[in-house]
């Protein structure tokens, strides 16, 4: 695949993952009791503080700032930084699944937050293929070595 095609439906792919991740957190607010919670400075029983603030912020900002990088850095090491990235984010969201679906049940937010981690396992599979293919190696255009004989020899 084109790297500058790669690329791009990987920044795609993690700007999608960027906005199911924050479309989770604001269907939060809409479950029954979670704003009178969150007003009362409490989320799913735990008080609310700065770094819980900042952690939200991140879950946003981190997909999209991957989006930027893979855009940014070009060749084998954004495959690298994607399949890594993506791993990591696809087994966090399983975990935040899997224990929402064991305590809550399974809401329209916990649903979006699964869309969010199956986009980033398809970005670390994207990434993984993309990396076990051989690379050919680059001929210069008009250089003796790519003429063909019947040229050559003319």
């Known amino acids: 695949m084109n790297d500058l095609l790669f690329r791009t439906r990987v920044a795609v792919l993690w700007l999608a993952v960027a906005i199911a991740t924050t479309g ?24 609310l503080t700065d770094a819980t603030g900042y952690f939200l912020a991140a879950m946003g900002i981190i997909p999209g700032a991957f989006a930027v ?24 969201a399983v975990f ?20 969010a981690g199956a986009l980033a396992f398809l970005i670390a ?13 680059a001929t210069v255009e008009g250089s003796d070595q790519s003429r063909s004989r019947e040229q050559a020899t003319v």
């Open 24 to 47: 989770s957190l604001l269907l939060y607010v809409f479950l029954p009791g979670a704003l009178e919670e969150l007003l009362a400075g409490e989320m799913e029983g735990e008080t």
């Open 69 to 92: 990088v893979t855009l940014l850095v070009n060749g084998r090491s954004s495959r690298y930084v994607n399949l890594i990235a993506g791993l990591a984010f696809g087994l966090f």
């Open 96 to 115: 935040g699944v899997v224990t929402h679906a064991v305590d809550d049940g399974f809401n329209a937010h916990v649903l979006l937050f699964a869309v």
């Open 125 to 137: 599979g994207m990434s993984w293929r993309s990396l076990r293919q051989p690379t050919l190696p």
